[in-house]
Nanobody, 127 residues
Framework: QIQLVESGGGLVRTGDSLRLSCRAT????????TGWFRQAPGKEREFVAA????????DYADSVKGRFTISKDNANNTLYLQMNNLKPEDTAVYSC????????????????????WGQGTQVTVSS
């Protein structure tokens, strides 16, 4: 069992940066494929970024490529999302997700692919 807790959200201006953290409890987080998703008001949850369990492969939504970076610190059981050059359209509740995955380069970009979810952290970007 894994529990995920996000932090680092807030209110920022266009062009600013934020780093979201997702702290995991559980003994097998190091063997998980992980990802970040977001949900804006009135919209469905959408994929943002994914990292394979091998940590050799990443994938990003087209809307965030070149601006966001996903990374993981297994020693501290923490997943990160570095967000640079933020835009008003990035405003949403951001959630991290994880699923146990035998060492693989495959990334998971769908909501249904994940077993564990955090409660989310609000990111608001003003223009």
């Amino acid at each position: 069992q894994i529990q995920l807790v996000e932090s680092g959200g807030g209110l920022v201006r266009t062009g600013d940066s934020l780093r979201l953290s997702c702290r995991a409890t559980g003994t097998f987080f190091g063997s998980c494929a992980t990802g970040w998703f977001r949900q804006a008001p009135g919209k469905e949850r959408e994929f943002v970024a994914a990292l394979s369990s091998s940590e050799r492969t990443t994938d990003y939504a087209d809307s965030v490529k070149g601006r966001f970076t996903i990374s993981k610190d297994n020693a501290n059981n923490t997943l990160y999302l570095q967000m640079n050059n933020l835009k008003p359209e990035d405003t949403a509740v951001y959630s991290c997700a994880a699923v146990w995955a035998r060492y693989t380069d495959a990334v998971i970009t769908t909501v249904d692919g994940y077993s564990y979810w955090g409660q989310g952290t609000q990111v608001t970007v003003s223009s």
